[in-house]
């Protein structure tokens, strides 16, 4: 593997050696012509393709020479336009592509295939509160508080990153939902650790508190006692006093 890629490498004018064998010379033209004052210009690259779409993994290089075009107008026969390259084409050519992407990726609500093919029933068994509890208890004593909180933010981490390449069309709806349903079992065993009651009661709180926002009439407000509803600021120092638990 070459440790250096130029992903526009055009010309090789920023090279002593044209042909430096730690460099993977990337372009998305393949020229060669003789420019207006005679010159013989080349672009030959060992891979032809867009730096907006390259066919690499992350982290496959340990640098990465980045010159991209950065002159609009320069089309037709020109000198600079044969040694440099235009944004004309290309920009057309990543808008195009960018609303293809928005198209691909809006929600929809077709579930993603399966990881592991064609699944054997028509829905993952569910598995009863009971079950569900154990296992979130057993988890957080087999690991830790500590292990398993840092393995929250690691988690947070990787939904953050799915997100941000579904936005790029780099990842699909079915990857954030993966990293979505991880972060939500690790809530659950925070919820474990800090008190579920606790948790459950401010959970329920706020909600109430969006649907009134939302203009959405609930059947009973959050807190009521003895016929009156206790105002948000005294309810949620009500909650964070109590001692939490775990069911």
Known sequence: MKPILDACCGGKMFYFDKNDPRVLFQDIREVKTTLCDGRKFEVKPDVQADFTSMPYPDNHFRMVVFGPPHLLRNVGKSKMADMYGSLHERANRHAEKQKQEVHDNEPHTLDPATPYGKPVCTEVPKMNDKEFDEIIQLAIQTYGKEAQTRMLFEEMAE??????????????????????????????????????????????????????????????????????????????????????GAK
């Open 159 to 244: 939904l953050q990153n799915a997100i941000c390449k579904l936005s790029r069309g780099r990842a699909t709806v079915g990857d954030v939902c993966e990293e979505i349903a991880d972060v939500m079992i690790m809530c659950f065993q925070m919820a474990q650790i800090y008190g579920v009651t606790r948790v459950e009661q401010l959970a329920t709180f706020k909600m109430r508190r969006l649907a009134d926002r939302l203009g959405y009439n609930i059947k009973a407000p959050a807190s009521v006692k003895d016929g009156v509803f206790h105002g948000e600021d005294e309810l949620l120092r009500s909650l964070s006093t109590k001692e939490g």
